[in-house]
C-alpha cells in the first residue's frame, strides 16, 4: 500500500504488516478514497474507526477489498496511509537495474518502438561499452533481441536506429507508480494512489 506523509506527499510503498503496525501504534491513519479520477473524495481514519469501515465494507462489498482475517474480525486492507507526525520526503534514487530500465521504457524497445514481454528484451548500450559506453541511466535503453543484435557495436546515428526517446533518469515517483510495486495498473489500489501519485 502506499504511504504518505503528514502532508499527503508519496514515500514508498508498504507491506500490509507495516501499515497495520503503524495504525496500531497510533502513528497512521487511513486514507479511504472514494470515487475515481476528478471526482476522487478522500476520508481519513484512526485503527478503531476502520475497524467500524471494514464491519460495513464486508457486508456492502466484500469483493472491493483485500482482507486480513483473524479469529474475531476481518479487517479491510488499506490502499492508502499517512503518517501522522512524519513531515519530511526521504531522498529517493531509482536503483539502476535491467527491470528498472524496462519499465522507465515501458518494456518497449527503443529502436523498433514495439511492445514486448521482459523474456523477449535486453538492454543495450546507446554508446557501446567497446567504445566507452558506460552503465548509466542516459546509456541504457530497452531493446528487443532482434533490433540490439542489429545494432551491434554501433551507435544508434551509425546503425540508422534513432532512439525511441532520449534515455533519462526517471523520477521516483514514476517508478513508485509503475510494475515495479507488483500488480496490473487496472487493479483499484492503483485508483486510490491516483490522487496522490499522477502517474499511477
Known amino acids: 500500500m502506499l504511504l504518505l506523509n503528514r502532508h499527503y506527499a508519496p514515500l514508498r510503498v508498504i507491506t500490509a504488516r507495516r501499515a497495520f503496525t503503524l ?3 497510533e502513528l497512521a491513519e487511513v486514507v479511504h478514497v472514494e470515487g475515481e479520477s476528478a471526482e476522487a ?12 469501515v471494514s464491519a460495513l465494507q464486508q457486508q ?24 501522522l507526525g512524519y513531515d519530511r520526503l526521504p531522498r529517493v534514487r531509482v536503483r539502476l537495474s535491467r527491470r528498472t530500465i524496462f519499465e522507465r ?3 518497449q524497445c527503443q529502436y523498433c518502438r514495439r511492445h514486448f514481454r521482459s523474456g523477449d528484451l535486453s ?12 552503465d548509466s541511466w542516459e546509456n541504457l535503453v530497452t531493446a528487443c533481441i532482434r ?5 551491434g557495436d554501433r551507435t544508434p546515428a551509425e ?9 533519462k533518469r526517471p523520477a521516483p515517483e514514476s517508478v513508485m507508480a ?7 495498473r487496472a487493479e483499484p489500489r492503483f485508483a486510490a494512489w491516483r490522487l496522490f501519485l499522477p502517474n499511477a
Not at 41 to 52: I, K, R, V
Not at 60 to 83: F, G
Not at 123 to 134: I, W
Not at 159 to 167: E, S, T
Open 159 to 167: 546503425a540508422g536506429m534513432p532512439l525511441a526517446r532520449v534515455p
Open 23 to 25: 495504525l496500531c501504534k
Open 123 to 134: 538492454v543495450d548500450h546507446v554508446l557501446p561499452r567497446a567504445r566507452g559506453g558506460g
Open 41 to 52: 473524495t478522500f476520508s481519513n481514519y484512526d485503527f478503531t474507526q476502520w475497524l467500524e
Open 178 to 184: 509503475s510494475g515495479r510495486i507488483g500488480g496490473s
Open 147 to 151: 533490433c540490439n543484435a542489429a545494432k
Open 105 to 107: 521504457d515501458g518494456h
Open 60 to 83: 456492502v462489498e466484500p469483493a472491493a477489498h483485500d482482507w486480513v482475517r483473524t479469529v474475531r474480525l476481518s479487517i479491510a486492507v488499506p490502499r492508502v496511509i499517512r503518517l
